[in-house]
């Protein structure tokens, strides 16, 4: 199943490095975007929930703006212990996120 959202994509950054227990080469892309703007109040919590997403390596080359806004592609997967997540499988840049000063 695969779903698409428009999200505020505000940083990404990637990473290489050798694990050392095991010797292997380990790569990715670490994104941070906003969903929904709107606040969200939980018991000791207040504002924007800010989520990540790990894509490839290779996606670093694609967020060309930052922030901005990004039609990113959502696809359902198994994660730890069996539990279905969503994770972020592609992005298409929209508009730049224009933030306005008072």
Not at 45 to 68: I, N, R
Not at 85 to 95: C, D, K, R, S
Request: with cysteine; glycine share 6%.
């Amino acid at each position: 199943m695969k779903l698409t959202s428009v999200i505020t994509v505000l940083n990404v950054s990637r990473y290489s490095l050798v694990d050392e227990r095991t010797g292997e080469l380990v790569q990715g892309c670490k994104v941070n975007y906003v969903d929904e703007w709107g606040c969200h109040e939980k018991q000791n919590s207040k504002g924007v929930e800010v989520m990540s997403a790990t894509m490839p390596y290779e996606s670093y080359d694609l967020f060309t703006v930052l922030p901005a806004m990004y039609t990113g592609s959502f696809e359902m997967r198994q994660g730890r212990k069996g539990v279905p997540t969503l994770a972020l499988v592609a992005v298409q840049y929209e508009q730049p996120y224009l933030v306005v000063k008072k």
